[in-house]
Structure formats: C-alpha cells, structure tokens
C-alpha cells in the first residue's frame, strides 16, 4: 500500500523574518500568510529491503540498507533526516516533488517537511493533528537537519487558509482569520507571482541578517520591529475587507525588509518591480526571505492579466495559483 501526502506552499502577506531566531526571543513574531495550490508531495512505498529517497525535481537518489544509517546532512538532507526519525518498519522507498521552482521563497523546504513527516507517519499507522504535524517538520529540520529558520512555514503548510500567526520562543499561536468573501476572491484574482527566475540566495541573507540581530544594530531592530506591526495591522486590514489597505502594508512591509540587508533587492528583482508598476500594479513585495526567489504583485481591478503580461516580457515566470483552505492531507492509495 502506497501512501501519499502533500502541503501547500504560502505567500506571506507581512510579517516574515519575525518568526526567526534571534528576533523572536528578544521581541516575539507576528505574521500573516497564506496557503496557495502549489504543493509540496512525498510518497511512502514499501519495499522488499533498504531504503530508497528520491527527489524528482533534482534527480537525486540516495540509499541505505536501513534507516538508521542516513546521516542527515549533503545532498536530500532533509529527506534523510525525515527519514531516520520516522521510518515506517521494513524497506521503504520516499519520493518527493514540488510544484514550484527550488528557492522559490514560497516555504518550499517547510512545506516539504510537512508533507514528509505526514506521509512518515501515516506509514507507521500513526494519526497527528496538523499542528503536532507542523512542529515535528520544524523539528526534523532545524535540529535533525541543521537548517535555522522560523516555524511559519511549517504551521501554513500544515494548517491551510489565511493565518495571523504569533510566535514566542517556543510558543506558536495560530488563527484562521475570517476574511469576507469578496475580499478573498479579490485577494486571489488580483494577486499575480512571479518567479524571477534565480533561487533566492539564502544563507547569505539570512547569515547578514542574524548577525545585524546578534549585534543589536538599531536600523535592524526597527525595521523588524515595522514588519512586526504591519502584520498586526494586516491581520486587521484582511479581516475588515479592506483590500486597498492590504495592498498598502504589503509595499509597507517591503520596504522594511529591504532595509534588512543590502542586496534585499536584486537588479532582476527591480527590473520586475518596474515593469509590473508601468502595467498598474498597486504594491509588490518579495516572499520569504528576499534576494531572488518569487515576488507577489497585487494588481487592481482586471488588470492582472496586464501585470502578468508585462512580467513575462522582462523575463519573470508566473505561476497561477489560487488559495488553499485545507493544509496537509495524506492518503493511501493502492498499487496500479
């Protein structure tokens, strides 16, 4: 018996970076995001013997003869380390894929612990709420993987809709935030992204960014201290249908992010920023951590399709999506 499991990807309105170490203990984390239909899958299949991880999208294979023997850490780290803590019993084979580009900054790696850990488990027979789903997945990753990061990935992927979430150090506070019905829709019809085409460059910006946290640099603090305030205020925005307004913290909270770090902002990053403004886009701000990966523009009234057109021309890559409401699911499904 096959089981099978996925986890949305997120676009975070506002907020990220605050759900981070050192930020989040020294002030605590605010963020507002949500789920969107693209998807990180992982397959659990029994095997006569070893252990077999694959992941499409990179090609890679690695094996062992029993779990215990994967070190978590080079090439499928993640997988490994998913692997090892949750092996079902006998050989087994795991396969994953995502439907957005590596270094998406959509939560990729996040939303693919999730689904690995609810296939996992699922596999050994077990049942996990979402939110125990989303804390082994961050656990599997920061501690077992060594990858430092926030948890709001792994909460968005696990629990689905549109979430104003709290962080503490280590308390996590999740709620589903009841957004009109025509702002949802306006929200997801008007939202264009769009993958720049370069792998947001990461561990350095993450490396800069924490080290300015660690020396208590005044411009850093402030700047995430606005972040943190524009989610609050976007969590108000979203549940009053004020559409205009969202748009308005979105390029607010932009602008502190790029205060960060230098290079927050690409010059392929601002090539697509032009074009999309010139086409009538209301605001745009990067996902996850900046530096490459997909930016997010919030068109107005029918004019998405413009947007979409003139991103396509300077060289960025759309990706259609509309939003999730459920988060992971995992299921069985039989040999054919």
């Known amino acids: 018996m096959i089981v099978r499991a996925r986890a949305p990807l997120r676009i975070d309105l506002a907020g990220g970076w605050t759900d981070v170490p050192p930020y989040v203990s020294r002030a605590g984390g605010a963020v507002v995001n949500v789920a969107i239909t693209l998807y990180a899958h992982a397959l659990v299949r029994p095997q006569r013997e070893g252990v077999r991880l694959s992941a499409l999208e990179h090609g890679s294979v690695v094996t062992a003869r ?23 019993p ?18 990729g790696s996040g939303a693919l612990g999730v689904a690995l850990v609810a296939a996992l488990t699922a596999a050994r ?32 992927a696990a629990l689905g809709g549109v979430q ?3 962080f ?6 999740c709620t589903r935030l009841d957004v009109p019905f025509a702002c949802l829709k306006e929200l997801e019809q ?4 769009c993958f720049t085409g370069a792998p947001r ?8 960014v924490w080290e300015r946290i660690e020396r208590g640099e005044p411009e850093v603090l402030r700047a995430l201290d606005g972040i943190k305030a524009c989610a609050m205020r976007m969590r108000n925005a979203l549940v009053q249908g004020d559409v205009g307004r969202v748009g ?49 523009f919030l068109a107005k009234p029918g004019g998405d399709f413009a947007i979409a057109e003139a991103l396509r021309a300077a060289g960025g890559t759309v990706l259609r999506f509309t939003f999730d409401g459920t988060g992971v699911v995992a299921w069985q499904a039989s040999e054919r």
């Open 125 to 156: 027979g077990e049942r996990r709420l979402p939110a125990e789903i989303a804390q082994a997945a961050h656990e599997v990753e920061v501690h077992d993987a060594g990858v430092r990061g926030g948890k709001q990935d792994q909460y968005i």
């Open 168 to 173: 503490g150090d280590p308390a996590v506070s």
């Open 90 to 107: 006998g050989g087994f084979e795991l396969v994953t894929r995502s439907d957005a580009p590596a270094g998406s900054g959509l939560g």
């Open 201 to 208: 460059s990461s561990d350095a910006t993450h490396r800069g």
């Open 190 to 193: 008007h939202l264009v992204l």
């Open 248 to 296: 308005e913290l979105v390029a607010e909270n932009w602008r502190y992010q790029q205060a960060l770090a230098p290079g927050m902002q690409t010059e392929t990053m601002q090539a697509l920023e032009r074009a999309a403004y010139a086409a009538g886009a209301d605001a745009a701000k990067a996902c996850g951590a900046g530096a490459g990966g997909c930016l997010v």
């Open 66 to 88: 029993r779990a215990e023997e994967l070190r978590a850490d080079g090439e499928l780290a993640l997988l490994k380390a998913a692997a090892r803590r949750y092996a079902p």
């Open 164 to 166: 104003y979430m709290e």
